[in-house]
């Protein structure tokens, strides 16, 4: 059974501390992604990585990196948060072309 | 870009009656097309994923697709209250940025008894 995971699952933080959300799958899949998704917009998506240590930018990459060290594990980093990224945010992965999505992490930031 | 937009935004409707959601997109090298459900505060499930014009059916979902027109539908026969959910349209080109999907803003489905 294929799956994504995500953690934390709820997360608060203040303005200006810094953020770390991690994904892992369990089926080595190469490719991976971070998006977002507020109310009224879908789906945003904010950074793809192709494998290990190769990242690319997505559509809304600003206020955010990432880090993919292992195949299984894919990381969003966001250095001193900003209110405006109050958000749940889910990590995909990639077999062909079907993706498999994690169940989201809920992260405000006050 | 892809723009990818879901009409209408927001749809109820009575146990057992036909549901169709609408879901148009500008780039017509796209060839990989799905609708996902999604429960409140839950994540993103597949339904139906369709690659070429025509219908495919899932159950009680059908996709039907017309890329001339650049419209994909999706019909859900005789839904039930648990059918309730945001429905999420996705779009992607294969040829293009690997499996990058576009997403529509979603249509908030409520059934009722």
């Known amino acids: 059974d294929m799956k994504v995971t995500q953690m934390p699952r709820y997360l608060i933080k203040r303005m200006g501390e810094n953020v770390l959300l991690e994904c892992g799958q369990d089926m080595s899949h190469e490719t991976m992604y971070w998006y977002r998704q507020d109310p009224g917009l879908g789906l945003q998506l904010i950074y793809i990585?192709?494998?290990?240590?190769?990242?690319s930018e997505g559509d809304i990459p600003k206020g955010y990196r990432v880090s993919r060290k292992k195949r299984e594990h894919f990381s969003l980093i966001l250095d001193s948060a900003k209110t405006n990224q109050t958000s749940v945010y889910f990590c995909?992965?990639?077999?062909?072309?079907?993706?498999?999505f994690g169940p989201g992490t809920r992260l405000t930031v006050l | 870009q892809q723009k990818v937009q879901q009409s209408p935004e927001s749809l109820t409707v009575s146990e057992g009656a036909m549901a169709s959601l609408n879901c148009t997109f500008s780039d017509r090298s796209s060839d990989n097309f799905r609708w996902y459900r999604q429960h409140s505060g839950k994540g993103l499930e597949v339904l139906v994923s369709?690659?070429?014009?025509g219908e495919k059916e899932e159950g009680s979902f059908t996709a039907h697709l017309n890329r001339a027109s650049l419209h994909v539908f999706l019909h859900i026969r005789e839904p039930q209250p648990s059918d309730s959910a945001l429905y999420l349209c996705?779009?992607?080109?294969?040829?293009?940025?690997?499996?990058?999907?576009?997403f529509g803003e979603g249509t908030q489905v409520t059934v009722i008894s």
């Open positions: 990585s192709y494998d290990v240590d190769s990242n």
């Open positions: 995909a992965s990639s077999w062909y072309a079907e993706q498999f």
């Open positions: 996705a779009v992607m080109n294969t040829g293009g940025l690997s499996g990058k999907l576009t």
């Open positions: 369709i690659f070429s014009d």
